[in-house]
């Protein structure tokens, strides 16, 4: 069994505590890792402050060199950290029409390389007899970056990147359920980075308020759970932290009566179930035409019932276990209510027997919004299907919650459906697609879904302040 430290200063750095590391496919301990404290958060906040100034004096061409050579450092070793994301997430190497631990780490060089490009320049708004106005960019300090469980390395890789690319220095939490990838990376980073620009230290919940509200620290950026978010915003208004929080999603999305069953019904399976349904922009609730319903209903059926669940290590794996009992648990008693009150079962709908946390891919209908399966975010491997008779009756229905990450439209009328996409709350509105990310598109949810985007420009001016200077002429 590998045992994991974490890295503060440059340095690895143990504990007298340790953690268990499980892999969700066979609920065993594969690695252990160092578990932190307070004092290793005080230590790492002090290496970050400390080496701020030196990293955010670079030339800015020393920088973009620097997360060039990260990117290369994660194509390098591409193959032992699939292999870690994958025993501590349970995702498949190759997944569900290739999203798995390899997508995982792919898209992290991906991130990483085009966050490395984009431009960081001061703006002149004004240059003319009277004076010159320019808005100079200037990072902020110590960012802290708070992870989830369900994406560890590649949301790890969205907060860090654009942090180091402005000039910031970091000091990273992991969730407890899946530091191991994550702190390998950071591992591999020091040999590229100066000493204190990357810090890597996990813990329990008091590591991470002692994060939040660390007056060392300038920014915040976090991805869980809505609940969450809300207390780390607490927190950190005593000092004003900046923020970027990307929350909770119930993402819907909305067959229109004239799409195309045929070219659609596996784009919606995959938007569903992708990590089983453990991605906040996965597709969670399906609102569907009275016309096309029992068509959509047999396509995703058949699909629910032939996908290959098991271990994600063996290559034929379209979908693993969820990540960790607690959400089994919420996953199991979600199906278990809905069914007791009224939900029909066309697929799935109940745990696979004997050992890791895996649920049968599970399609419901005779399900409506008012019930936790629709109006909470179960995610797990579970689609409802609600019937609709008019798309204004589809727009309230999907609009009808707190969150508002994504959203999709799928149909053949591209003008209807971009008229529509105005009317939708959520921060993201794909036409014929789901969850489509990319790296130069902003992203970020209204509502209880978050504050802030990441990605591209708009995400990169996240971590720094706006200074104006103004030289008067006359």
């Known amino acids: ?39 290793h958060v005080e230590l790492a906040v002090q290496a970050a402050s400390r080496a701020f100034k030196p990293w955010s004096a670079l030339e800015d061409s020393v920088r973009v060199d620097k997360i060039n050579a990260l990117a290369s450092l994660l194509e390098a070793n591409m193959a ?10 349970g995702k498949p190497v190759n997944g ?30 004004e240059d003319s007899e009277i004076a010159k106005v320019e808005v100079v960019r200037q990072p902020l300090g110590v960012v802290a970056s708070i992870t989830p469980w369900n994406w560890p390395l590649m949301i790890a890789i969205w907060h860090v990147i654009p942090a180091l690319r402005a000039g910031n ?9 899946t530091p191991i990838a994550t702190l390998r990376f950071v591992e591999l980073a020091n040999s590229i980075l100066p000493p204190g620009v990357l810090n890597v230290i996990t813990g329990d919940a008091d590591v991470g308020e002692t994060l939040v509200t660390h007056p060392g620290v300038s920014k915040i950026v976090f991805t869980g759970s809505t609940q969450t978010g809300k207390h780390i915003m607490q927190s950190a208004s005593a000092s004003l932290k900046r ?14 009566p004239d799409a195309k069953v045929e070219n659609i019904a596996e784009k919606l399976f995959t938007a569903a179930f992708h990590n089983n349904g453990q991605t906040c922009a996965c597709l969670k609730r399906l609102y569907v035409h009275e016309s096309l319903f029992d068509d959509v209903c047999i396509a995703l059926t058949k699909m629910a019932q032939a996908v290959k669940v098991g271990d994600g290590m063996l290559d034929e794996t379209q979908l693993g276990p969820l990540q960790n009992e607690v959400q089994f648990n919420k996953v199991c008693q979600l199906v278990q209510e809905s069914v007791e009150n009224g939900a029909t ?33 179960q995610f797990g491997p579970v689609l409802p299907i609600i019937k609709y008779s008019d798309i204004e009756q589809a727009i309230q229905f999907a609009n009808a919650s707190p969150y508002g990450l994504g959203a999709s439209l799928w149909t053949s009328d591209m003008e209807q459906a971009q008229r529509v996409a105005q009317d939708i709350e959520s921060g993201s509105v794909w036409i014929n697609d789901h969850g489509a990310i990319q790296p130069n598109a902003p992203f970020g949810g209204v509502k209880q879904s978050g504050l802030g985007v990441e990605f591209g420009e708009y995400g990169l001016h996240e971590y720094v302040s706006l200074k104006t200077v103004k030289v008067c002429k006359a």
């Open 345 to 377: 079962v066309l697929a799935g709908g109940k745990p696979i027997e004997g050992k890791g946390y895996f649920f049968e891919p599970t399609i419901l209908i005779d399900v409506h919004n008012g019930m936790p399966i629709v109006d909470e975010e």
């Open 96 to 125: 569900l029409n290739g999203i798995g631990s390899i997508m995982e780490v792919g898209a992290s060089v991906a991130w990483t390389q085009y966050t490395g490009s984009l431009p960081l320049g001061n703006e002149i708004i």
């Open 169 to 177: 220095t970091v000091v990273m939490k992991p969730s407890p359920l």
């Open 80 to 89: 032992e950290l699939t292999q870690l994301v994958t025993q501590e997430t």
């Open 243 to 256: 923020l970027t929080l990307e929350l909770g999603g119930n993402d819907a999305g909305i067959v229109f």
């Open 1 to 39: 069994m590998r045992n994991f430290s974490m890295t503060i200063n440059g340095e690895q750095v143990s504990a007298t505590e340790s953690l268990s590391v499980i892999n969700p496919a066979t609920e065993e301990a594969f690695a252990r890792c160092a578990l932190g404290s307070r004092e």
